[in-house]
């Protein structure tokens, strides 16, 4: 689906605010570190205040989807890193963002209809309502905070937030 269906749906129409398809604006940016992305979507590049909105929720692969895994939509679609020859790894690209793009504030949404289980993030017929908003400055610590009370035992088990507490450190002691 696309922004604007999705936005449809949920009835937010253009009024004070933009709405924006940032795979439709993708700009040349040259990457302080990784590998195969070359572009960034505008409006979030040039955004005086960039916050990511994640929603609790598991993930097959990943364990929990949270606001780490929502950037991997601000830079090249995901399509882009699909060769025959090698492989490449998207989570590489979304810390790219996340190191020179960082959101300024992280929320995850844990209120309600948070999708559990196998495939949570593909659907789940009976989401669990925890009644929680997490929030704060730093995106990794907000995750992995969510990551726990989700029952994340050991986040470092997620490839996803390994990979982030390997490029970023871990602000867990400070947590």
Known sequence: RTVAEV???????????????????????????????????????????????????????????????????????AESFLFLDRRADLDTCVLMTLEDHPPHFALIDGFDAAAHGLAGVLGCPAPLAPGRLYGGADTLAVDLVAARHAGLARP????????AMEWFGDPRPLT
Not at 50 to 60: D, N, Q, T, Y
Not at 156 to 163: F, G, I, Y
């Open 156 to 163: 470092e088990a997620s490839p996803m937030l390994a990979l």
């Open 7 to 77: 936005a449809a749906y949920c009835g937010y129409r253009e009024g004070n605010y933009a709405l924006v398809d940032l795979s439709a604006e993708q700009v040349e940016h040259g990457y302080s570190r990784g590998m195969s992305v070359h572009t960034v979507g505008r409006t979030w590049r040039d955004a005086e205040l960039r916050i990511v909105f994640g929603k609790l929720r598991s993930h097959p692969v990943h364990l929990v989807h949270l606001n780490v895994g929502n950037l991997d939509s601000i830079s090249a679609p």
